[in-house]
T-cell receptor, first 111, second 114 residues
Framework: QKEVEQDPGPLSVPEGAIVSLNCTYS??????FMWYRQYSRKGPELLMY????GNKEDGRFTAQVDKSSKYISLFIRDSQPSDSATYLCAMSGSGNTPLVFGKGTRLSVIA | GAVVSQHPSRVICKSGTSVKIECRSL??????MFWYRQFPKQSLMLMAT?????????EQGVEKDKFLINHASLTLSTLTVTSAHPEDSSFYIC??????????FGAGTRLSVL
């Protein structure tokens, strides 16, 4: 079993839809959780950061962490064509260990 | 968020030449930087961890003599691909770590070896 599992998609939704992206993980030591957005041929851009369990909201984006289920989610409300990108979940056990990434989910928002 | 500058963004070189890629943290100091490689439609593959003032730590299967990493200051790490060959063609991305395990990424360098 991989440490981090993420459905690669592709996921295609109409403009304005609510998008749900998810990752599961197996390492119970993970406590730092991040979501990155990567456009084609660009470096990943940090979208959301959560420490331990809970929810965090930033504009149209909401990140949720459920450590009991080892499950994290990213919700995008009112999706826009500009949200079309690959979304990577990432996590680590401490501030000093490298991030472990999911494979990324390719999202297309159709106008 | 913090800014990481990576240069150059695109390199085309002949087989056998060496290529240097620079990664700079512009508005913060980074004791630890990372170098990744990414193939099309795949996730990031960690190549090495670069620590300021000490030798880099390479992941299993990454040739340290092939991919030379230097982290001479708190704001600069370099990756040199020595004697590049077509199979080294890839997208290379650096990142710098800040507090809380957050990593900020550069824009990436697309290397094409002819």
């Amino acid at each position: 079993q991989k440490e981090v599992e993420q459905d690669p998609g592709p996921l295609s939704v109409p403009e304005g839809a609510i998008v749900s992206l998810n990752c599961t993980y197996s390492n119970s030591a993970f406590q730092y959780f991040m979501w990155y957005r990567q456009y084609s041929r660009k470096g990943p851009e940090l979208l959301m950061y959560t420490y331990s369990s809970g929810n965090k909201e930033d504009g149209r984006f909401t990140a949720q962490v459920d450590k009991s289920s080892k499950y994290i989610s990213l919700f995008i409300r009112d999706s826009q064509p500009s949200d079309s990108a690959t979304y990577l979940c990432a996590m680590s056990g401490s501030g000093n260990t490298p991030l472990v990434f999911g494979k990324g989910t390719r999202l297309s928002v159709i106008a | 968020g913090a800014v990481v500058s990576q240069h150059p963004s695109r390199v085309i070189c002949k087989s056998g030449t060496s290529v240097k890629i620079e990664c700079r943290s512009l508005d913060f100091q980074a004791t630890t930087m990372f170098w990744y490689r990414q193939f099309p439609k795949q996730s990031l593959m960690l190549m090495a961890t670069s620590n300021e003032g000490s030798k880099a730590t390479y992941e299993q299967g990454v040739e340290k003599d092939k991919f030379l990493i230097n982290h001479a200051s708190l704001t600069l790490s370099t990756l040199t691909v020595t004697s590049a060959h077509p199979e080294d063609s890839s997208f290379y991305i650096c990142s710098a770590r800040v507090a809380g395990g957050i990593q900020y990424f550069g824009a990436g360098t697309r290397l094409s070896v002819l």
